[in-house]
């Protein structure tokens, strides 16, 4: 089987090295515009894949906000042409997205059919990359709070705080599913193969929990105090874009992903070992899906890390 990766950055990488020993073309940005209807027919067309894994996205969330139509051009406009392509082609078309398409509100884990709602700029474009894959009878997979070896993420983040930091504050009413970048890569790929019919799929780990919750469990297995991770609310760290309060995710249309807390410590030593690639700290985020996680701010965290953030 032949396969097309779109994007660079950490999840990516990781198909890629699901992929080992099989026919792959992984492109970068810099080797495929996605905005560049003539550049994708002519990869696709050229390469003849059978899976194409589209991990290109903007997903800088609070930048959406004021350049929403950059972000849409990207998110939602390219998708079109590339799974317009891509049933040309034959090929299978497996499209990553967001908890964000949700609006947070519900309570309860968002289905598969759930009714959507977002409630930010960047949600509303993977909105739109979601139905123009659909359109053309393809795979969306929905994932959220992703984290790995690839790249700069929220739990490597804690890491490092654990020592250069005293305490550190994390968001306590923001609720998820961190989920292992490998894990979702081999999730991809086992979709891809299933046979199951097109159309979307949720793709998070099992269970769930805080920022909070996920910092503490990392300063346990760093053998630190978790008592120096102290929760605040999301309010204490406005930003551009609003958050909703709760991402969870129902996987019911496949196998799930292992839980996150078992995924996290079978990541733990990839995770505590140097940064394998992925973009520097403040580049824009154009790559996979490195999504979900929070900002830091002096001696406090909140908001969101993955997307976009900073150290002060």
């Not at 905005?35 to 003539?38: A, E, K, Q, S, Y």
């Not at 894994?53 to 906000?65: R, S």
């Not at 890491?159 to 599913?177: F, K, M, N, S, Y």
């Given at each position: 089987?032949?396969?097309l990766i779109t994007g660079g950055g950490m999840l990516a990488a990781d198909v890629?090295?699901?992929l080992t020993g099989e026919p792959v073309l992984a492109l970068r940005r810099s080797e495929l515009d996605l905005?560049?209807?003539?550049a994708v027919r002519d990869a696709v067309l050229g390469h003849r894949p059978q899976v194409v894994?589209?991990?290109?996205?903007?997903?800088?969330?609070?930048?959406?906000?004021?350049?929403e139509s950059e972000a849409l051009e990207i998110n939602g406009h390219a998708v079109r042409p590339l799974a317009q392509v891509c049933r040309r082609a034959g090929a299978r078309l497996v499209h990553l997205s967001t908890d964000y398409v949700?609006?947070?509100e519900s309570g309860r884990p968002y289905h598969e059919d759930s009714p959507t709602g977002p409630v930010?700029?960047?949600?509303?474009?993977?909105?739109a990359g979601e139905r123009a894959a659909l359109d053309q009878g393809h795979y969306v997979v929905r994932t959220a709070w992703l984290y790995g070896a690839g790249g700069p993420n929220f739990v490597r983040t804690?890491?490092?705080?654990?020592?250069?930091?005293?305490?550190?504050?994390?968001?306590?009413?923001?609720?998820?599913?961190?989920?292992w970048s490998a894990d979702l890569a081999a999730f991809l790929v086992r979709l891809a193969r299933s046979g199951l019919p097109p159309g979307v799929y949720h793709g998070t780990s099992a269970g769930e929990t805080t920022w909070h919750g996920l910092a503490t469990e990392v300063f346990r297995l760093l053998g630190a105090d978790p008592g120096r991770v102290r929760p605040v609310p999301g309010t204490a760290f406005p930003r551009p874009a609003r958050r909703p309060a709760s991402g969870v995710l129902a996987c019911t249309r496949c196998e799930p992903i292992r839980h996150w807390r078992e995924a996290l410590h079978a990541a733990w030593p990839a995770l505590s070992g140097p940064v394998l690639s992925g973009p520097a700290v403040g580049e824009p985020a154009l790559g996979g899906p490195t999504l979900s996680g929070p900002t830091l701010s002096g001696l406090a965290v909140g908001g969101e890390v993955g997307r976009q953030w900073g150290v002060a």
């Open positions: 089987m032949r396969w890629r090295a699901a905005c560049d209807g003539r894994i589209n991990c290109a996205a903007w997903t800088a969330v609070d930048a959406a906000e004021t350049c949700f609006d947070g930010n700029a960047y949600g509303r474009t993977k909105l804690m890491i490092e705080l654990a020592g250069t930091r005293p305490t550190v504050d994390v968001v306590d009413d923001q609720r998820g599913q961190p989920t």
